[in-house]
């Protein structure tokens, strides 16, 4: 090992060491027991390339999210459950091939928070998992669990927050852990304590926010019938006996109550502390949330009117979630009136140039704390490009911006005088395993038309020319963050997003839709299986049709129904990505580079064109191996292994994913989390309502 890889080491053994044995630091110290870590919507806006060098990693090192993002992405399972390898057990799944044993393992369970009742648009549901290597059942002493807002005030027949546990399908059923009445609506994203013992939300209720942490106890409540807790005074909260809550009413400088309806809190696990923004600019911090005695700072700044302090900015507007940077030490946050701002430890804060002309920034940006940067999703630049009316846009700023900064920008599509929100993207494994924040950003554009998902390529933290992928839907309607999704078990990636509506998805009748999309970048000097599937520079899926290793350079990708050597490995192109394919029809002409899904579930794409047999679509004799030739009276087919997409449909789009894949036991263990926008009939329950989901990452089944 030399260079970079040499001056790391020692780093990267150390944390090897501890995530091996399952100890996630919290900050203050190692705790003496073994813990698992939280995965709530904070760990998506705050992100780590590799440091490439101790200086850098000494700046990350102490942040516990650091590790927590390495445990998610770099911990495989060792063994399959279906008694294939991990990669054709993939293959198999995406076909749709299951005995009567997997296809128990990767089900979905659909369950009724009320209705209505959703986590909305924008927020997550938080998981915990109380072991990074092992997955807890309810028969565990801390079985994992995930907790989802319902955004409905809290009543003696409705929760405003639910936990589930159970959740694998090895486990049984799921079963609602708890169920709470917090006396408020819940309209951002739940987080929690780095043991998970406690959870912690901003409340409205009657034009007043609140900080409400809350200790939880298993049985406590249903969806329909939760427990109705009294707040203890904050001095109470830390030896109060669980079930317990304690609110924090979020106060301005003049000690007046303010609101909070867009920003979820955020906490800084190293310093006990929780910052939350809200209403007319404010942002709050609030101590001693996960082991002190809770209170808000009204000191030293705090609470600090952020958009305020800026000549030229008169009429303060509502904040959207903030994010605070361990390394530098400053909280960043935008506002629904386009601004992005950097505020230090007095509460000073340095505002950008106004990034956003229509929606704000609604989305909280991206830190990526190792390389010193900063990604803010724009709805609308203010330009005239894209058709008139102004593009969308993600823009790169350094984290240590100066006032009036505009960054460097990438633009994904059209916008227009009233788009739709614009919400976050996420980094692919070739970013994070980067040593200067080098990789692809995924996002879905075109807020001011039809959505579409976008590449744009990022080198040393600058954004390039996007790379246009598939379109999600046939309207113009609200899609959902996209989230990268790392599984080293299977040894793939995906992308999951969704469309409220119009979703061309064949199981989605053109209403609202999520979807996965292969996104795994192809790495040099890799053993890759036939059947593996890679996403090239040119938005097109590659499936190996040979078993073997890659070269050491880079690849010239070939066009569609094409093939390329790559070392030991042949690429077969696929085709356009798209995000549903039509099964091959009898008598029908077909042009060359045609798509269609064969009676196995696999793609077929044309070498040559022609028209087809009459012969039934089950019928057709089709090869069964990735490159395998069907001749089909005046059409040559060759097979392109299995479809790279799925979906799923959903009614009204999605709220954020959240995902586990770190577990080496427990069937079903490695899934996605989220809930519907609208109601439908949530599977599980067998009711109506709003639904709280899990879905497997390969299958959204």
Known sequence: MKGIGARFVGFSVGLLAVVGTAWILTGQAANSEPQGFPTDWSHRHVVFSRPSNRARAARVEGDPRYWQQFARTHIARMVSWDGFSPIESEARRRRGHFTSSAATIHRDWSENMGNPATSGP???????????????????????????????????????????????????SVQTYWAYNTGGKVLTSPVMSTD???????????????????????????????????????????????????????????????????????????????????????????????????????????????????????????????????????????????????????????????LDHATGVVAAPIVDSTAGKIYVFSSNDGTTGCGGAGCTAVISLPIAFTSGATGTKSTVGSSSASPNDFYEGDFDSTYYNSANGTGNMYVCGDNGSIPTVYQIPITAGAPAASVTGPALSTATTPCSPVTDVINPSVGSEWIFVSAASGGVGSSCASAGCAYNFVVAPRQASTNYTVGQEILDSNFTVEVATTTGKTGTGSVTWPTTGNTVTDGGVTWLAQGTYQASYTLRQPSTNYGK??????????????????????????????????????????????MAGPPPSVN????????????????????????????????????????????AIQASQSALQ
């Open 122 to 172: 924008g927020n997550y549901p938080a998981k915990y998992s109380f072991q990074t290597t092992t997955a807890n059942c309810a028969t565990a002493t801390t079985p994992d669990y995930v907790v989802f807002n319902t955004g409905e005030t809290g009543s003696s027949s409705q929760a405003s927050v639910i936990g589930y546990d159970n959740l694998y399908s090895g486990c049984g």
């Open 593 to 638: 580079g045609s798509e269609v899904l064969d009676s196995n579930g696999n793609l077929e794409v044309t070498v040559t064109g022609g028209h087809t047999s009459v012969t039934a679509t089950n019928l057709v004799p089709w090869s069964t191996t990735p490159g395998g030739t069907t001749k089909d009276q005046g059409v040559n087919w060759i």
């Open 196 to 354: 998970g013992t406690q959870i912690a939300f901003a409340q409205t209720n009657g034009g007043i926010g609140a900080l409400v942490l809350l200790k939880w106890k298993s049985g406590d409540g249903t969806a329909g019938a939760p427990k109705t807790l009294t707040a203890v005074s904050n001095g109470s909260y830390r030896a109060c006996t669980a079930s317990c809550m304690t609110t924090i009413i979020l106060r301005n400088a003049s000690n007046v109550a303010t609101d909070d309806q867009t920003s979820s809190v955020f906490p800084d696990y190293t310093h006990d502390t929780i910052y939350v923004g809200g209403t007319s600019g404010w942002l709050h911090k609030i101590t001693g949330v996960f082991q002190g005695t809770p209170a808000e700072v009204n000191t030293g700044g705090f609470p600090s009117q952020v958009n305020n302090q800026v000549g030229g900015i008169q009429n303060p507007t509502t904040l959207s979630s903030p994010i605070y940077d361990y390394a530098s030490g400053n909280v960043i946050v935008g506002d629904y009136g386009g601004y992005v701002y950097r505020v230090n430890s007095a509460g000073v804060a340095t505002p950008t140039a106004q």
């Open 648 to 691: 799923l449909g959903v009614s009204g789009g999605t709220s954020g994913f959240v995902f586990d894949n770190t577990v080496t036991t427990t069937t079903g263990a490695s899934q996605v989390y989220f809930s519907t926008l609208s109601t439908q009939n949530c599977t599980t329950s067998g009711t109506t309502g709003g639904c």
